[in-house]
């Protein structure tokens, strides 16, 4: 079957560094994709991965190992405003989007 | 740019009515929208992808005559719930592709849907 894997729940503090982890077993891969959704909101798009590597964006990067079924989000100098859910999603063979559950982060002053 | 929009953002009805929700691309033509229900500290499940101008797809488990989905441009699609029951009480979120199938899904606020 597909599975996406990322941890329930992390706490961090104010103006550190997180990062949140995510496995994956699909049939096929066609990218993957982190989103961010805050409590009661719709996610909102934080990056896309397709090839191996890091992708820097700001405050926010995301790492892709293709071969080891792995991503991570890291967030640097953390703010009130981060938390939030993070969500995995990969793009299988048929393109459709299987979710990961969802890492709720929790930032603490 | 990739703005969604959705109507309404917040309803609730009585047992036995039925309800349309709007999910319109604002900036870009969505040749593809997805319909998605999540209910409390869950995942996202997919309910349907729907491609303007053809009937919809349905995942396993949602019923066709009771979520009825028309997208009908290329910049709206509706869901309709009908005879809506509590049990379809649900946080209701569409999202929209520009293009192809690598597209970055794009995510309309979601509507909050209470059916006493």
């Known amino acids: 079957g597909q599975n996406i894997d990322q941890p329930t729940e992390m706490t961090a503090t104010e103006g550190a560094i997180v990062q949140i982890n995510c496995t994956y077993q699909?049939?096929?891969?066609?990218?993957l994709f982190w989103y961010q959704q805050h409590a009661g909101e719709a996610p909102t798009f934080l990056s896309y991965?397709?090839l191996d590597g890091l992708e820097e964006k700001g405050r926010f990067s995301s790492f892709l190992s293709r071969s080891k079924g792995y991503s991570y989000l890291l967030l640097k100098e953390l703010q009130m405003k981060d938390s939030a859910s993070y969500l995995c999603?990969?793009?299988?063979?048929?393109?459709?989007?299987?979710w990961g559950a969802g890492t709720k982060l929790i930032i603490k002053p | 740019g990739a703005v969604v929009s959705q109507h309404p953002s917040r309803v609730i009805c009585k047992s036995g009515t039925s309800v349309k929700i709007e999910c319109r691309s604002l900036d870009f033509q969505a040749t593809t929208m997805f319909w998605y229900r999540q209910f409390p500290k869950q995942s996202l499940m997919l309910m349907a992808t729907s491609n303007e101008g053809s009937k919809a797809t349905y995942e396993q488990g949602v019923e066709k005559d009771k979520f009825l989905i028309n997208h009908a441009s290329l910049t709206l699609s509706t869901l309709t719930v009908t005879s809506a029951h509590p049990e379809d009480s649900s946080f209701y979120i569409c999202?929209?592709?520009?293009?192809?199938?690598?597209?970055?899904?794009?995510f309309g606020p979601g509507t909050r849907l209470l059916v006493l």
């Open positions: 991965n397709v």
């Open positions: 999202s929209a592709r520009a293009g192809g199938v690598q597209e970055t899904q794009y």
């Open positions: 999603a990969v793009m299988d063979s048929n393109y459709q989007l299987i």
């Open positions: 699909t049939s096929g891969f066609n990218g």
